[in-house]
């Protein structure tokens, strides 16, 4: 057998996933890195890539998925992989683009929006979000202008220049990671607050989910709603590990 993909394809249901092929799961230091191998044999990403991860601690947290698969692999279970594909496939080469769309967020940031009643919503969001705002500014010299509603307000360059600033000369991997808590939480802020080690990663998803937990606590939740929660959860976690073990 030739060198072994990072995603085999699967389908839809359970019973499709595919058989674990493997026994050994070891990682081995190549080229600045950690290279992670199967049965002695280099993993690959699904663009063909070596999938060599820039320390060796993170190589270890990818390498646990795989061994902590059963006798089928679940994509679903490995979302530390997903994001190291698509840091090695998706992002290297591209940081720009990338850096750009974390900076778009950012001048519409979700705790720049803030509701105008009820009075314990709009009390919840300052709770916790008048806290990343202060450390923007102080820390980051990148004061934010608010607006109530979801009327659009715009940003000073100067603000989203310094953010730039934070986000620019990441390696893909941090970068991949920031992309996914920014796309996730719908804020550039909250992402690099966790990637500064401002906030842990429990309290930026908090932060990120006043509006629904609001919404909760009056209206109750559904179970599907409650899954695809968790769901993005896990992604999001994944990625603040990321950016921690890089």
Excluded at 42 to 49: F, L, Q, W
Excluded at 101 to 125: F, N, T
Aim: net charge negative; with cysteine.
């Amino acid at each position: 057998m030739g060198d072994n993909k990072a995603h085999p394809a699967i389908g839809k249901g359970k019973p499709s996933l595919p058989k674990r092929f493997y026994q050994d799961v070891t990682v081995k230091d190549e080229g600045g890195g950690a290279a992670l191998l199967l049965d002695g044999k280099t993993v690959r990403t699904p663009g063909k890539a070596k999938l060599v991860l820039p320390t060796r601690a993170l190589a270890e947290a990818v390498a646990e998925e795989w061994r902590a698969q059963g006798e089928r692999i679940d994509p679903v279970t490995m979302p530390l992989t997903k994001l190291a594909n698509s840091a090695i496939d998706g992002v290297a080469g591209r940081e720009p683009d990338v850096i750009g769309d974390i900076v778009k967020h950012a001048a519409s940031d979700l705790v720049c929006y803030r509701a105008h009643a009820p009075q314990g919503l709009a009390e919840a969001q300052a709770e916790h979000w008048d806290q990343v705002l202060a450390w923007a500014k102080d820390a980051l010299g990148a004061p934010l202008v608010l607006s109530q509603g979801v009327v659009h307000v715009a940003q000073p360059k100067a603000s989203l220049d310094r953010l730039e600033g934070a986000i620019r000369g990441r390696d893909p991997f941090s970068l991949a990671a920031l992309h996914v808590m920014t796309a996730l939480t719908g804020s550039a802020l909250l992402a690099l607050a966790v990637a500064l080690g401002q906030m842990t990663p429990e309290q930026a998803w908090q932060a990120a989910h006043v509006d629904e937990d609001w919404q909760i606590s009056n209206w109750g939740q559904d179970q599907e709603a409650a899954d695809r929660r968790e769901a993005r959860w896990r992604d999001f976690a994944a990625a603040a590990r990321m950016v921690t073990l890089g």
